[in-house]
């Protein structure tokens, strides 16, 4: 086999009609390309457009791999609106977040970072919602707990689960404005400047720690599914990864042929998720599982909610304000800045990683702060619509570039409209409300310690021999543990006598990466330590500035239909933080190939990825 083959998952043969080879560069090695350099061969950049018809194939490829993220999301949070029992709705959800994804991921795309990043729901805001949906004003009652209570279509129903919906959004729309403001304003320069490592780190892994009980809730209905799911997803992951399957494919040169995918790489929790949901499928109809709710296992039949695909009707145009008018409450928003605080520095590294793999040069800086803007119009969007969550970079698409070679934008375009017609077509979303629980606690046991996992790996960046260092994130990881631990045992230890000082609290105390994050970035800024020490110059790297204000970076970043050539003619461009400076003299007599050329080599280290 062929080292592209071998380093694309799809043959090479298939690109080499449509598009141009983007080489990354040698590192002055000389112009020959060795076994190895082949592997950096990209059959797209960035600015490249494909076949129409590879760009459906590819953008489906990015759909699947966002799967686990987009769906689990609105799961999880229907414990906490008391939707367990109700699929019709968990299954809106899912179609609605589907439907802002696309959106939001043809804004980036489009006027945004301008990369091919897909964009969608983030754990981050999980912690802060689960933590505010906890509060005693906000906890389900006790008849919405069991399925025989529950009458799906009451106005009581509806009532109690709309109610902690409206209150979720206006804390996510009143939150993004701060992140459309840090965005669009270049604030967010500023603001990583005290965030390095040291930070990072305990917030993205308590992450992960934090949604353990769900995870352990939804596998204990029957431990065997789950443990059976883990164990695939695994074996998929881990041990099969590197073997590929011979597929059917077709093209003029060679005709129908044979073409090896890795596809256990591409997609190993959708087969592994399958595949549990299909022997689930055949336990349920030949009565391995039992037939009584009473008995344990019960939960893991498919035809709990078997009804709710013929419920549920072809279309249905998602609209914001479906649920309700949005409700605020000061709790939530500061909650949920927590959680945007930490989706704007993740999204930051994965601009970088996502450069490098798609062949284009770095983001400069007008780039990086229009993205985080347009990250936070996503999120208000997101609340707008009623989602439950706000939107982010997604790391595991980051990682796909580097699998397939493909780093054209117009296949992350193509993901986007296809993302949104799924949104529209409610019975799909509604098929996945019929996944058995114990199958979606398997798959929360290797998501969430992998997102932990991740959070964990960034302190590869800072001297863990220092013992200063160790005591920082070991302090910082135990209390964001142990305090929000403590308040839920002792709901009513705060009691300040202002109501909405004690709700504040409440949701603060409770979110374990809040506190994880504040100890974080207040004792990295406050104890001393050399920059090397606490990881900061090896964390910046890439500066945040306009050096790579090059006739390569403006064909990539700058603005569209030609909207940058109309502004460049104002003095005041240069003072606005998310708009491209004016171009470079020679812009006009100069032509550009290829971007690829201009490259550093891929670094796989860089990419902060989640992805299995």
């Known amino acids: 086999m062929s080292p592209e083959k071998e380093s694309n998952g799809l043959e090479n043969d298939t690109f080499a009609i449509h598009g141009n080879f983007c080489e990354l560069e040698n590192d002055g090695e000389g112009s020959d390309l060795s076994e190895e350099d082949d592997k950096n061969k990209l059959s797209y950049c960035v600015t490249d457009v494909p ?60 006027f945004g970072i301008r990369l091919p990043i897909v964009q969608g729901g983030t754990f981050a805001f999980l912690a802060p919602s689960m933590a505010m949906l906890s509060m005693p004003e906000w906890t389900c009652p006790a008849w919405t707990q069991n399925a025989s209570l529950v009458n799906t279509t009451s106005p009581e129903y509806i009532d109690v689960w709309q109610s902690r919906m409206r209150e979720l959004q206006g804390s996510i729309m009143v939150g993004s404005l701060f992140q459309v403001l840090v965005g669009f304003s270049g604030l967010i320069g500023f603001f990583m400047r005290f965030i390095g490592p040291l930070t990072i780190a305990p917030t993205i892994s308590l992450i992960g720690l934090s949604l353990y009980d769900s995870a352990g ?78 008995q344990y296992g019960y939960l893991a039949r498919t035809d709990l909610k078997g009804d709710v695909i013929g419920q549920t009707p072809w279309f249905r145009f998602p609209y914001p304000g479906q649920w309700g008018l949005p409700t605020v409450s000061l709790a939530g928003v500061v909650g949920i ?38 990250e936070g119009i996503g999120c208000l969007l997101a609340g707008a619509w009623g989602t439950g969550n706000g939107t982010t970079s997604y790391s595991e698409n980051v990682g796909a570039l580097g699998i397939t070679k493909v780093g054209s934008r117009m296949v992350i375009v193509a993901g986007g409209v296809l993302m949104i017609i799924m949104g529209l077509f409610c019975k799909i979303g509604a098929i996945f409300t019929t996944i058995p629980t114990p199958v979606i606690g398997g798959m929360f046991l290797v998501m969430f310690g992998v997102i932990s996992a991740a959070g964990v790996s960034n302190l590869q960046y800072a001297d863990m021999n220092s013992s200063r260092n160790v005591f920082i994130f070991g302090f910082s990881m135990f209390s964001g543990l142990v305090i929000p631990n403590w308040i839920f045992k ?99 007599e100069a032509k550009v190939d290829s971007l690829a050329t201009k490259q550093q080599p891929v670094k796989p280290e860089l990419i902060r990825s989640v992805a299995l």
């Open 51 to 110: 076949a129409w018809y590879l760009c459906i194939i590819l953008g489906i490829q990015h759909l699947l791999t966002a799967f686990g993220g987009i769906i689990a999301i609105p799961l999880i949070l229907s414990q906490g609106l008391c939707l367990q029992h109700d699929g019709l709705t968990q299954g809106h959800l899912i179609s609605t977040i589907f439907f802002v994804s696309g959106m939001c991921t043809l804004l980036q795309v489009t």
């Open 217 to 294: 809730m939804s596998a204990g209905n029957h431990w065997g599914i789950s443990t059976m799911t883990t164990a695939l997803i695994i074996l998929f992951s881990q041990y099969l990864r590197h073997i590929p399957v011979p597929f059917p494919t077709y093209n003029k040169t060679k005709k129908l042929h044979t073409s090896r995918i890795y596809i256990f790489q591409l997609l190993p929790v959708l087969l592994g998720i399958t595949l549990s949901w299909l022997i689930c499928y055949i336990f349920t109809i030949t009565n391995v599982l039992p037939s009584e709710p009473e």
């Open 490 to 588: 002792n709901p009513d230890a705060i009691a300040t006598g202002v109501v909405e000082l004690d709700q504040l609290l409440q949701v603060l105390l409770t979110t374990s990466m809040f506190i994880g994050g504040f100890f974080g970035v207040f004792l990295d800024n406050t104890i001393p330590g050399t920059l090397r020490e606490r990881g900061i110059i090896d964390w910046n790297k890439i500066p945040l500035d306009d050096s790579s204000n090059t006739l390569e970076s403006s064909e990539v970043y700058n603005l569209p239909f030609g909207i940058s050539s109309c502004l460049s003619s104002f003095s005041w461009v240069r003072y606005v933080p998310f708009l491209p400076p004016n171009p470079p003299s020679s812009q006009d």
């Open 337 to 374: 800045l927590a959680g945007v605080l930490s989706s704007m520095i993740e999204s930051v590294g994965d601009y970088h990683a996502c450069a490098r793999l798609s062949g284009a040069p770095p983001p400069p800086k007008h780039a990086i702060n229009r993205g985080i803007g347009i």
